[in-house]
């Protein structure tokens, strides 16, 4: 166990519609970030958000946001879904502390959009 | 954008055997590696990262092994068990940026 929540774990939707992702990073870490694991490709890297701001953004479509709140809860957001939405979504987390950045995922969620 | 390889993408050994996953990256400034194990279902696991400055790094019955000189990077896993099957991301990034992960390599122990 990583330490690190996401929910839901899985999600079945529509095309069209919007969904929300939630990721509770590990004790003490205050940077998050989002991953998109398709089942052709490898991990996609979305987006970093560090203490409530954005810090990195990698291949995050226009449809897609998320935010850091206060308590460093992550949401993601993703709204006109479309089939190729469909795959799995991973949260990390790292701590700006220690002489390393590794990040430790959380066990993912699921999203089918049919 | 970067790119990040593996070799291989799928590595059958037999159950006690030694196993080598390889990986190949193409950005000279990357400095900090680390390989993930992803059980099926399950998100990546931390198993053992290296920094540029290190050419190897061992921990629990893996052995890293970075050679900058031909961007290459590998995992190596002694006495292969079955509960080491499982998909093997490497990932590399440059202090400060974003990592970029390999496809992966599928590893499968036999019994």
């Known amino acids: 166990d990583s330490g690190v929540t996401q929910t839901p774990k899985h999600l079945i939707t529509a095309t069209g519609q919007r969904v929300t992702l939630r990721c509770s990073p590990r004790s003490g870490d205050l940077s998050v970030y989002w991953y998109q694991q398709s089942l052709d490709q490898g991990l996609q890297f979305l987006i970093q958000?560090?203490?409530?701001?954005?810090?990195a953004k990698g291949n995050i479509l226009e449809r897609f946001s998320a935010q850091q709140f206060p308590d460093l809860h992550s949401e993601l957001n993703l709204s006109s879904l479309e089939l190729g939405d469909s795959a799995l979504y991973f949260c990390?987390?790292?701590?700006?502390?220690?002489?390393?950045?590794?990040?430790?995922f959380g066990p993912g969620t699921r999203l089918t959009v049919l | 954008g970067e790119s990040v390889g593996l070799h291989l993408p799928t590595l059958s050994v037999q159950e006690g055997d030694n196993s080598i996953i390889n990986c190949a990256y193409s950005?000279?400034?990357?400095?900090?590696f680390i390989w993930y194990k992803q059980e099926s279902g399950k998100g990546p696991q931390f198993i053992i990262d290296i920094r540029s400055n290190m050419d190897k790094r061992q921990g629990q019955r893996v052995t890293v092994l970075l050679n900058k000189t031909v961007k290459h990077l590998s995992l190596q896993i002694a006495a292969t068990q079955p509960g080491d099957s499982a998909v093997y991301f490497c990932a590399e990034s440059s202090t400060g940026n974003q990592f970029y992960f390999g496809t992966g390599t599928s590893l499968t122990v036999i019994p």
């Open positions: 990390a987390s790292s701590s700006p502390w220690g002489s390393t950045d590794t990040q430790y």
């Open positions: 958000y560090y203490n409530g701001e954005e810090r």
């Open positions: 950005n000279s400034a990357s400095d900090y």
